[in-house]
């Protein structure tokens, strides 16, 4: 997966300053952190497949991604034959299977991730660039919400925290919700089969 450029990133940083009058990069970027380890953490928008070799004798597993994230939580496991196998995550990083497989085989596991220090050297965090170019306004008004909501500041406002703060959450509901139907347009729609409808006349 690719992951966010500097340029990608000031974009963002600067959409958020021209509405932050006093405020400084160091103070955007430190919320920026926040605002994107609450949204990983809540939608599972970041997700990775990690592939790691099981034995008929253990049940459980140190599995390391390999993106430049931190394990938020255990989405599932599957087998060679990708089928669905339980099992639990009870230290980060460790996957324990529900038992142990009859032969020797290769799992998959599939995780969230979330932002992580230390950050890159820029100081900016390392998540993925499509996740950015698809939810930057509702990134934007996380920050903004964070950094409004701060007493005292030349760029607080209640008013306009609590609208940005708002603005982020619904986001984040729709990015849930999008995560969660693998980002398949209208994914939420049902409709009864046509089989099971009969005739109407």
Do not use: C
Request: glycine share 4%.
């Amino acid at each position: 997966m690719t992951i966010t450029t500097e340029p990608e990133i000031s974009r963002l940083m600067m959409n958020a300053l021209v509405s932050l009058p006093g405020a400084t990069e160091e103070i955007v970027k430190f919320e920026l952190f926040n605002v994107l380890n609450e949204f990983f953490q809540v939608t599972k928008a970041w997700k990775e497949d990690v592939t790691f070799e099981v034995t008929s004798e253990n049940t459980e597993y140190d599995v390391v991604p390999g993106e430049p994230g931190a394990v938020d939580s255990l989405i599932s496991v599957v087998d060679a034959n990708e089928i669905l196998t339980a099992a639990t995550m009870p230290v980060i990083g460790v996957v324990k299977l529900s038992s142990a497989p009859s032969t020797s085989q290769e799992y998959t596991a599939t995780y969230s991730l979330t932002v992580v220090d230390p950050a890159r050297t820029d100081g900016y965090p390392q998540f993925p660039s499509a996740i950015l170019n698809k939810y930057q306004n509702d990134i934007l008004h996380g920050v903004l919400a964070n950094m409004m909501a701060q007493p005292a500041k030349p760029y607080s406002s209640e008013r306009l925290a609590i609208y940005h703060m708002r603005k982020f959450r619904s986001g984040m509901a729709r990015a849930r919700t999008e995560t969660l139907h693998q980002n398949l347009y209208n994914g939420q729609t049902w409709r009864f089969p046509q089989y099971a409808r009969g005739s109407q006349r």
